[in-house]
């Protein structure tokens, strides 16, 4: 299945790169860290024989424009779900399935908060909502997730301390969460830090949206009672087991259609297990 790659203006003065193939009902992909939209290789050309596939690279990331974020506005994720929104609409798709991996996820959990009615079925991998993944780290446990404080500091450090030595940063986690490191080709790890080497301080600015504006957002829809009322299916590592919180009950509070199933493999899911990825996402499809 061959892609062809456009450049789509979503918000002022800024536009995605994404890859289209494929015709049929729509079907939006969004990556995660330190990744592009190269991570949904697999699944994207299977899901490309019946269904109109997207797969951009977030603001901030890959061959995507970069905002600076002079008020630490610019990367929060109701402005990266609304660009997706706005990516989709451009295709002539008002409702769309979206499914969303690591950072991806987050951005599509808040574009089904935010954008109920263009959100017709909802796929989150290994991720969990950004106020309550904050709420389940505490005491030595959290050092798993150092990079989520570190990068929440504000300006000048995070980006300094990172850009001293890119590669060896971002391909720390390509090695740490990759269960299986032939799911991640050279030549594809090699793209994941060229790209991410060049988009540090975007990097940043979306992680430190996570611990101020995001949090904030998420705390108010909780506190409203908002909920994900689209078929929703969430794949996650045995997060639960390590840090102790019940990952179903957890989700159903936020989506009451929700499939949560356990997938034993790496954090890289989409790679290392695109087969199981894919019939989740087509069993969600089909409800």
């Not at 499914?99 to 908060?113: E, K, N, Q, T, Y």
């Not at 199933?261 to 899911?269: A, I, K, L, S, Y």
């Amino acid at each position: 299945m061959n892609f062809d790659y456009q450049r789509v203006p979503v918000a002022d003065d800024v536009s995605l790169s994404v890859a289209v193939a494929g015709s049929g009902p729509p079907v939006v992909l969004l990556h995660g860290f330190p990744q592009t939209h190269l991570m949904w290789r697999h699944v994207a050309a299977d899901l490309a024989a019946d269904h109109t596939v997207l797969c951009p690279d977030l603001r901030g990331y890959g061959a995507s424009d970069k905002p600076a974020d002079p008020d630490g506005q610019a990367y929060a994720k109701r402005v990266m779900a609304a660009d997706v929104v706005a990516l989709a609409r451009a295709f002539g798709h008002e409702r769309f399935a979206l499914a969303g991996h690591d950072r991806g996820a987050l951005v599509a959990i808040r574009a089904g908060l935010d954008h109920p009615d263009a959100i017709t079925h909802l796929a989150v991998l290994d991720v969990l909502p950004t106020l309550d993944m904050w709420d389940v780290l505490h005491g030595a446990d959290a050092a798993v997730a150092f990079h989520l404080y570190l990068m929440a500091q504000p300006p000048g450090l995070p980006e300094h301390l990172i850009s001293a030595a890119p590669d060896a940063f971002f391909g720390y986690f390509l090695d740490l969460w990759a269960r299986d490191p032939k799911a991640i080709p050279a030549e594809v790890r090699a793209e994941y830090l060229s790209a991410s080497r060049q988009a540090v301080p975007s990097i940043v600015a979306d992680y430190r949206a996570s611990a101020t504006v995001d949090v904030e957002h998420d705390r108010a829809d909780r506190a409203a009672g908002s909920q994900l009322r689209m078929p929703v299916t969430v794949l996650q590592q045995d997060w639960g087991a390590a840090l102790g919180y019940d990952g179903t009950a957890l989700w159903r509070a936020w989506a009451p259609d929700c499939v949560h199933e356990t997938v034993d493999c790496g954090h890289f899911m989409a790679e290392e297990e695109p087969a199981r990825v894919t019939g989740a996402l087509r069993d969600l499809l089909a409800r």
